[in-house]
């Protein structure tokens, strides 16, 4: 019997690569013992950003949820792993090392014993201090290289990140392909030289299944070297997810590793489970193309964990891109054209960007620009001219170093806008916050939890846990539920040719059992096969132009969907009635695709109205600020 070869599974990042919501607690309580059954994993990845945001978003406590998913892998012996953003830690924006600090020591008392940390640049300086804190907590400190192919991502240039993280301390090395587009020979050789020059250390490969190279690359990695491989189960394996346990487990087993037996009755349960999660609520937003894999992918390198959230954005940017088409005469674009041009936009704009590779947040950062570039060039204006603060900190240095150079017309963009770079440490621009969020915990009368994980859960997720703390977050939850549980009743779609059929993978259920509040929904659903794309139900487009002005009164316009907030931390101001605004200046932001976009006035005046509270959903075009 040959080398052995251990598996983890990813239940946590198949839910999150396929849709938008991951489930809940007691779904996760419910579907623990079957994975553990199932005999076959020494690991399990149980928590990271998005699944504790998305706890939040449900109205869930996400501190009591990583508890109760961890404690039954403890003890029974498998090792729990989590994913942190490194200078991002567990979520979008860059953290202070203070918090950063605290979230090790949560995580680890809450039962996670590794810590996969990567920097979406691969800036090294941004992995020390995860290094050292997973250590100090007492934890496996296992950092990731985040893969993309391109000319500058050779394998020397990951050995260079590696040569310093082993001189940090890590005990582990991820090799985070997320987007699945490493070339296997590439990732056999990066693993050869690893191992090469340091045999002790641990290497565990992730890799998403979308462009197809991924059943490849687990053969090669396992024959350079790799001891871990990560992987996922029907229903939810393949697409944009990762590859099928079953699948590597019979290619490596023919390979001569040895590889542990897998229970076929528990992975059947476990299959079971997943699909009932499915069939409750989850299989709402999944979109069945994300059950597909696709080629296409490997042009723009958008990662597999990002593709679920895309497409459930997509339905409302094609609204937004609709109604600017209907108004300049164009005819309208459907679903599968205008994904084709946002990945032609991402494949333009990356290397303009500076080659950063497509992970969390950065991932979503380069979309979001081809997407913001799309909607204001279908309005007649330039391309970048909409860029989010999170996106111009990137461009800027602020979240690291990017692997490449940005192109000359972003350069003369930020010096137009007095925007400096900047070449330091990232970490040092975010000064220490944690007793900022303890008086607020004590103003408020919070609890802080214990081994202070609801300090914790403030500080890193500041808007999330106030909206679950009052109740908005579940009930915004249940107006998402009822409005898909609305159109997903009897889907309809315009007549069309016959492009593809329908694969026998892609989750197409007759009828929907919906419990809300313990209240059970039953729904029926309808496909029209013929349709072109599985697009939502075609929405009214409104053709006439939300007035800039009313009577003596100018009106400041949300320029995208999403939520309206006033300010974004605790260094903003928010603008009130009363205060004179000049042209240019920052009223507020709109948060769409999950960065803040601020919108700043177009004209000059003085406050008169403000018309939504932070937090608010708004749509294109409706009035955010009346200036008299």
């Not at 599974?9 to 419910?30: A, E, I, N």
């Not at 860059?94 to 950063?100: A, H, L, T």
């Not at 699945?180 to 002790?200: E, Q, S």
């Not at 979503?364 to 570039?373: L, P, R, S």
Request: charged share 25%; hydrophobic share 40%.
């Amino acid at each position: 019997m040959g080398r052995q070869i251990k598996f983890s599974l990813l239940y946590r990042d198949m839910w999150q690569s396929s849709g938008k919501y991951v489930p809940t607690v007691d779904m996760l309580k419910k579907v623990a013992p079957a994975i553990i059954k199932m005999g076959c994993f020494a690991r399990v990845e149980t928590n990271g950003g998005g699944f504790e945001q998305i706890n939040l978003l449900f109205g869930e406590n996400p501190n009591n949820a990583v508890r109760e998913w961890t404690k039954p892998f403890n003890e029974a012996g498998i090792q729990c792993h989590m994913l942190e953003r490194a200078l991002n830690g567990i979520r979008m924006n860059p953290v202070p090392k203070d918090i950063r600090r605290l979230m090790y020591k949560v995580k680890k008392a809450q039962g996670v014993d590794i810590s996969r940390s990567f920097c979406g640049l691969n800036d090294h300086r941004n992995l020390e201090l995860s290094v050292k804190y997973a250590k100090e907590a007492g934890m496996i400190s296992q950092a990731a290289l985040s893969i993309t192919h391109s000319e500058l991502h050779t394998v020397e240039y990951y050995m260079g990140i590696v040569d310093k993280l082993v001189e940090y301390g890590a005990d582990e090395i991820a090799l985070k392909d997320m987007a699945g587009v490493g070339r296997p020979v590439f990732l056999g050789n990066l693993t050869k030289a690893i191992k090469d020059k340091y045999p002790h250390i641990v290497i565990q490969y992730h890799g998403h299944a979308g462009p197809g190279f991924a059943s490849a690359s687990i053969l090669e990695v396992a024959r350079a070297g790799a001891e871990y491989i990560d992987v996922a189960m029907e229903p939810l394996s393949w697409g944009t997810g990762h590859v099928d346990v079953l699948t590597a487990h019979a290619m490596l087993k023919d390979a001569g590793f040895d590889v542990p037996d897998i229970n076929m009755d528990a992975y059947m349960e476990v299959r079971a489970l997943t699909q009932s999660f499915m069939d409750e609520f989850l299989g709402y937003f999944i979109d069945p193309k994300n059950r597909l894999m696709n080629s296409l992918l490997i042009g723009p390198g958008l990662p597999g964990g990002m593709m679920g959230s895309l497409m459930a954005d997509l339905k409302s940017n094609l609204v937004t891109v609709n109604k600017s088409r209907v108004k300049a005469g164009k005819s309208e674009l459907n679903q599968d054209e205008l994904l084709v041009t946002l990945f032609n936009e991402v494949a333009h704009i990356w290397p303009k960007m500076g080659y950063p590779p497509l992970v969390t947040p950065f991932s979503q950062y380069v979309k979001n620009i081809a997407m913001f570039n799309i909607i204001q060039m279908e309005k007649g204006q330039e391309r970048f001219s909409m860029i989010d603060d999170n996106t111009w900190s990137m461009l800027l240095g602020k979240s690291g170093k990017l692997p490449g150079v940005i192109a000359p017309e972003l350069v003369k963009l930020a010096q137009n806008q007095k925007k400096e770079f900047y070449t330091g440490n990232p970490q040092d621009l975010y000064p220490d916050q944690l007793d900022t969020f303890r008086e607020e915990m004590k103003k408020n009368g919070w609890d802080f939890g214990k081994d202070e994980e609801e300090l914790f859960e403030l500080a890193m997720h500041p808007q999330q846990y106030r909206a679950y703390k009052s109740g908005k977050a579940k009930e915004d939850f249940k107006a998402e539920i009822e409005k898909e549980k609305g159109v997903s009743a009897v889907v309809e779609t315009p007549k069309a040719q016959v492009t593809s059929t329908p694969s026998q993978n892609v989750y197409q259920p007759k009828s929907m059992n919906i419990t809300v509040n313990g209240e059970v929904y039953k729904v029926e659903v309808s496909y029209d096969l013929n349709s072109k794309s599985e697009v939502a139900p075609k929405q009214e487009v409104k053709t006439e132009q939300a007035p800039v002005s009313s009577g003596n009164f100018t009106e400041i316009l949300s320029p995208l969907e999403g939520k309206f907030f006033q300010t974004k931390d605790s260094s903003d101001v928010a603008i009130k009635v009363g205060d004179k605004i000049k042209k240019g200046d920052k009223i507020g932001y709109i948060e769409s695709m999950k960065v803040f976009n601020p919108v700043a006035a177009d004209a000059e005046g003085i406050v008169a109205e403000v018309c939504f509270k932070s937090g608010d959903s708004v749509d294109e075009d409706e009035v955010l600020v009346r200036l008299k």
